[in-house]
């Protein structure tokens, strides 16, 4: 792939996630994923296409209104990639939640996600 | 794993990349990788004890004298880790390269390494 469809890719990867409407969200991650792909985060990890689909429901739920937006550059090389994401409340500047992930691709789909948390939101 | 025994693997990982001695290096490989692991950086992809031995000796050649040192606190969760790499010139200060690694483990062992640069030496 080259990095325009690599940028594409983690683009509407994140677009997954901010998607709410179940329809539209399952067709993203089939058309993101590779159908038997691998995710794992620091809480969680789902394999294939209904429980990655079930996991972004449920941190939606978590976050409602919420968006994620690519933190900075996106940067890939064989069949691999790593990009920060940023977390946003409704109508904030500052993420409540910054992330990076490190995608393994496979035929211009992810075929695993390796997720870490950079910035996580203090428990008062 | 633990994050003492997950911490121990990393600092094996980056004794392996040091140590010169042809025997020790590959014990050490052998030690820290599954036996057909796949090392992914990007300049190279090396699958395997053998290939990986090699690379690592290619890159000493190219870098005589140099250490690697871990360059901040190793993150891990599930069977996956990262961390941040420092490589120096001899006597210096400043680190010459930076480099980050995702290692995917298995059974206490790395079974794959995503490596990523984060600073690269100037050409003049």
Known sequence: MN??????????????????????????????????????????????????????????????????RLGGPVDAHHDMVRFQWHLFAPGADEPLVIGFDVAQLDDGRIRQVLGFLDKVPQVA
């Open 3 to 68: 990095d325009t469809a690599t940028r594409t890719l983690v683009e509407r990867y994140l677009q997954g996630w901010n998607e709410t409407d179940a329809l539209r969200r399952r067709a993203l991650v089939e058309e993101v994923y590779a159908e038997h792909a691998v995710y794992t985060d620091p809480m969680v990890q789902a394999c294939g296409w209904e429980t990655i689909d079930a996991t972004i429901a449920a941190v939606q739920s978590m976050f409602p209104g919420h968006v994620f």
